[in-house]
DNA sequence: ACTTGTGTTGACGTCCACGTCAAGTCGGAG
DNA sequence: CTCCGACTTGACGTGGACGTCAACACAAGT
């Protein structure tokens, strides 16, 4: 299949596609007329680059899922390098959560000072 | 006072009160030599933009707090404007703990489902 | 033969909040 | 006069994940 068509299978674009090859992240067979050729195979990397990256992963991060798919592994997870991405993946959401969460309690009692003094006049 | 000495004492740097002014956030009056010239009440602004930004609000939402304060108001939020903006960030932040949530649980879930595949022998 | 669709590469644009660098100007101290 | 620090402007870089455009080649359908 060419680029095309595996970017509408894998629910993307040609650009990102060929942006992923140049990160060498999804490299392409080339036919003979120069074109990339891509097998089912690579359709899996794709949806696994793509599924990851819709959960806020990286790009980069998406590397050793892929390269453990490539590996023959039934699933992206499979490999530790993977199992370690997710670890700190969660460590990082949970600080980012914590910290969210200190900012919106700030917000929110900024919020509800200025409106006590907007009207601090009966009712 | 000049811009350097708005920078340290606002705890900011030259470079980002010029970029203020290129945004129109902070115009300066200029001085006979072209320097730009700055009194207290820029500083006040200048805090008022880095406490802001420094919770995470984007430069161009600081904007109605800094108008707020140049209209003579004791504070930031004391304006319509402004409560606004918090509403708005309140708002932005509950969707992002909560979609932030959901992806930690996600990933927490594949992590655990990845570390039985890899050990489903005893123990 | 012609058009349409799909492919190729490369280069530049986007967003945000500046950092960094270059080359020059200005004021005051010694 | 010289030197230093502080100031000026402008241009380019950063990071992430592509979007957009140019200019071209190739294949299939009518």
Redesign the pocket.
């Known amino acids: 299949?060419?680029?095309?068509?595996?970017?509408r299978r894998g629910g993307?674009?040609?650009?990102?596609?060929?942006?992923?090859?140049s990160l060498g992240l999804l490299p392409?067979r080339?036919g003979?007329?120069?074109?990339?050729e891509y097998d089912e195979e690579d359709l899996r990397l794709v949806h696994e680059?793509?599924s990851l990256?819709g959960i806020g992963?990286?790009?980069?991060?998406t590397r050793p899922f892929v390269q453990c798919l490539r590996e023959g592994h039934t699933t992206g997870d499979a490999c530790a390098a993977s199992v370690e991405v997710y670890r700190r993946k969660l460590a990082e959401l949970d600080d980012c959560i914590t910290r969210l969460g200190a900012v919106r309690d700030q917000v929110r009692a900024q919020l509800r000072e200025a409106e006590q003094r907007s009207k601090p006049c009966g009712r």
Do not use: S
């Open positions: 299949m060419r680029i095309g068509e595996l970017a993307t674009t040609t650009r990102a596609l060929r942006y992923y090859e392409a080339r003979a007329n120069g074109q990339r680059i793509r990256t992963f990286a790009l980069e991060d």
